[in-house]
């Protein structure tokens, strides 16, 4: 895929039509971006800038909308330029750590909380898979998932609960994202598992070969997974080596 260069100004409207329909799951139109966001640009400027934009592929038109979305380029090119990766607040982390206290050590025990805890933070599907003595998998958060406007389509969300639920073909494929990177991140039709390219997999490594995973749509919170996939791989690394 090729990103092409973009001005400041072009960044700052991709980067507000990003964020505002991770939010809003509604297109964004050139009026909202000007109006409710101050750019220091005229709505002429910015409506050249979005159409420049929907040339070059970061966003698009959906069917039925005056407004535009982003596409799985503009998503990378945020998650590639443009994404900050702040760590989750002191609050919840003295809240999470209050949890794992009033729990056993047992790493079962531990991995289950660590899924629960995930998909609430992230509003999606989370994973755990250990490599311990002997391989597991947990999996959290599908009906928080199914929630997001992207899965109401049954055909679309059995594909993909399909695909959690099958442990075997899961491990291989977060197997082979692990080992592509260190932060893989796969957005969209980056994912060559057919059910999986409307989707976004976040991963993260801990402890001795273990992989932490969020599954949902590409409109995910790509800031907020990555600083709680982050977090939760150094606290499963400290807990469990």
């Known amino acids: 895929m090729i990103l092409e260069f973009?001005?400041?100004?072009?960044?700052?409207?991709?980067?507000?039509?990003i964020e505002d329909y991770i939010n809003l799951a509604e297109p964004i139109a050139s009026s909202a971006v000007v109006k409710k966001h101050h750019v220091d640009a005229s709505p002429a400027t910015i409506r050249f800038d979005m159409a420049d934009l929907e040339k070059k592929g970061y966003i698009k038109k959906p069917h039925t909308s005056a407004g535009r979305i982003p596409s799985d380029k503009g998503y990378r090119f945020f998650v590639d330029n443009l994404m900050q990766n702040p760590r989750i607040s002191q609050?919840?982390?003295?809240?999470?750590?209050?949890?794992?206290?009033?729990?056993?050590?047992?790493?079962?025990?531990?991995?289950?909380?660590?899924?629960?805890?995930?998909?609430?933070?992230?509003g999606n599907a989370s994973?755990?898979?250990?490599?311990?003595?002997?391989?597991?998998?947990?999996?959290?958060?599908?009906?928080?998932?199914?929630?997001?406007?992207?899965?109401?389509?049954?055909?679309?969300?059995?594909?993909?609960?399909?695909?959690?639920e099958n442990h075997p073909l899961l491990t291989d494929i977060l197997d082979d994202y692990t080992a592509e990177n260190d932060v893989p991140i796969h957005i969209g039709a980056e994912n060559e598992h057919k059910a999986l390219k409307e989707c976004s997999v976040i991963a993260r490594q801990f402890g001795d070969g273990g992989i932490l995973c969020v599954i949902g749509p590409t409109r995910m919170h790509y800031e907020k997974v990555s600083s709680a996939l982050d977090f939760f791989s150094r606290l499963l690394t400290e807990m469990l080596g």
């Open 6 to 17: 973009l001005d400041d100004r072009k960044k700052k409207v991709l980067e507000i039509i």
């Open 91 to 122: 609050k919840t982390v003295k809240s999470i750590k209050e949890k794992f206290d009033s729990i056993e050590n047992l790493e079962e025990e531990i991995l289950s909380e660590t899924v629960e805890l995930l998909s609430f933070l992230c």
């Open 127 to 164: 994973i755990v898979v250990s490599q311990g003595k002997r391989k597991s998998l947990h999996s959290g958060g599908i009906s928080k998932m199914l929630r997001q406007p992207e899965f109401f389509s049954s055909e679309k969300s059995c594909s993909v609960i399909e695909t959690i």
